[in-house]
């Protein structure tokens, strides 16, 4: 009875480079604004997915791109997307191989971590830049980013997965 295997193939440059377009695109719709409390940042998902699964190929470099393109996409103060998306990837990077191996459920908590963090940073800098405290719901996405990691995860792996030969 042969045992069934998968491998998986790499993903390339376009399938990274069009799920980032989608990320930063769910994050401009109009609904993000009125859900924003309740709604993951699927950039920031996105950055620590790639940084644990593909991280020659996502980095740190990368993920300051990607945070200056947020910054100014939302009019944000800029940096502030940079600075977390950066730490966060960084965060990832170095505990990468350990983290790959995890179960979706503990990675699940790692990206909730690491989501939480970037909010934290954000809050941060806005506060040093005088504005008011947005108030705890705003951290409440990252929870739901957390609840959505396993099935995230087997989605973006679907790509990937084929079957392997059965001789090995």
């Keep these: 009875m042969p045992i069934s ?15 980032f377009v989608l990320a930063i695109l769910i ?14 940042d699927f950039v920031a998902l996105l950055i620590i997915y790639w940084a644990l699964n593909q991280p020659r190929r996502v980095g740190v470099a990368c993920a300051f791109f990607l945070g200056v393109l947020m910054d100014v996409a939302n009019g944000n103060i800029l940096g502030q997307h940079a600075l977390a ?17 995890f179960p979706f459920w503990q990675q699940a908590l790692i990206a909730c971590a690491l989501l939480l963090l970037s909010q934290a940073i954000m809050v ?7 504005e008011p405290f947005v108030g705890w719901g705003y951290f409440t996405g990252s929870l739901f980013a957390a609840i959505l990691w396993p099935p995230f995860s087997n989605l973006m792996l679907m790509y990937q997965r084929k079957d392997a030969p059965d001789e090995l």
Aim: proline share 6%; glycine share 6%; charged share 10%.
């Design 5 to 19: 295997r998968q491998l998986l193939r790499p993903a390339g440059v376009g399938f990274i480079f069009c799920s």
């Design 27 to 40: 994050n401009l719709l109009p609904w993000q604004a009125t859900a924003m409390n309740f709604s993951p």
């Design 85 to 101: 998306y950066s730490i966060i990837a960084y965060l990832a990077l170095v505990r990468q191989r350990q983290l790959a191996i």
């Design 124 to 130: 941060s800098i806005r506060s040093i830049m005088g």
